[in-house]
């Protein structure tokens, strides 16, 4: 009788199976062929200072136009970029377009950087470095209008050469963030090893703020140790005024999520960032 289910089952799962495995090897074909055909682009998603709701920074995010399948999230298709090591040559387009786009909205908000999401494939490259730098260079972004986000699970498989290109990055002036934060199992020391110049608390604590008490210990708790350690401290995922109100009476100093602004092109960024107020020189690119 169990040889017969599992014949069974197995014969309902192939087809299934089949058409998941076509169109896996088909969509890394695409993928191949995707930077190079143009098919990528990049929203943007403002970051604002929670106090007066100007726009200090925005987060470049990665969207693949298939040709078939049309707009793809990242979800869908950077698990397989990282599996083949396309993600490679993605992040470096991205890194690139990123900055062409901040050289865009530099003159008029001089204090405003952009963020981009460096995968943990990539920091494990030497030529991480002349990768940013030539884009930054290229692009004529200072190199402080730039912050990698990593996530704590890339900086924790990270050797020791890993810290030591991180510290260079920050020598030349680029700023580090530490995404999805709390998520991870970084410990205190770990984080303290880091030369962080910002923490993003994952936007399932900021979710459950209202609800759970844990959730509301823990941005506060991460919006402290921001402080004590002299970073920057974001509140990801904002999506409601109770949650904004939340985290801004915590002391949480940014804010991103749909409750400022969607992730969206980058001509939809430049009137946002047209209406958010005049250069700041305290703001916080210019701190450091
Ligand atoms: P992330 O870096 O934590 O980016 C934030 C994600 O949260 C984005 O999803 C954004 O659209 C979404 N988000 C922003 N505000 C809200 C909100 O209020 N509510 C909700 N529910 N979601 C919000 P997205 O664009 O789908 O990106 C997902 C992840 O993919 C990113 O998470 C990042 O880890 C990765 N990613 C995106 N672009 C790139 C890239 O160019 N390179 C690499 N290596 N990874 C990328
Ligand atoms: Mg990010
Ligand atoms: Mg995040
Ligand atoms: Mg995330």
Known sequence: AAKAAGKSAYRRCTPALRESA????????????AVDEQQLLLEFQPIVDLATG?????E????????????????RFLPLAEETGLILPIDRWVIREACRAAATW???IPAATVAVNIAAAH??????????????????LAPRALTLELTESALIE???????RLSQLRELG?????????????????????????LKIDRSFVARL?????AYATVEMVTRLAGAYGLGVVAEGVETDRQHDAVAAIGCVQGQGYRYGRPAALAELRTVLARSGPPDVNGVAESD
């Open 22 to 33: 076509v169109s896996r090897a088909e969509l890394i074909a695409d993928l191949r062929r």
């Open 54 to 58: 100007t726009v200090r920074s925005a």
């Open 60 to 75: 470049a995010l990665v969207r693949w136009q298939h040709p078939r399948l049309g707009t793809l999230s990242p979800a």
């Open 106 to 108: 530099q003159d008029r």
């Open 123 to 140: 920091l494990r490259r030497p030529d991480l470095i002349a990768t940013v730098t030539e884009a930054t260079a290229g692009a004529g």
């Open 158 to 164: 990270g050797s020791d050469a890993v810290l030591d």
């Open 174 to 198: 680029i700023r580090i963030a530490i995404d999805d934060f709390g998520t991870g199992y970084s410990s205190l020391s770990y984080l303290h090893r880091i030369p962080a110049t910002e």
């Open 210 to 214: 209202s609800e759970d008490t844990r």
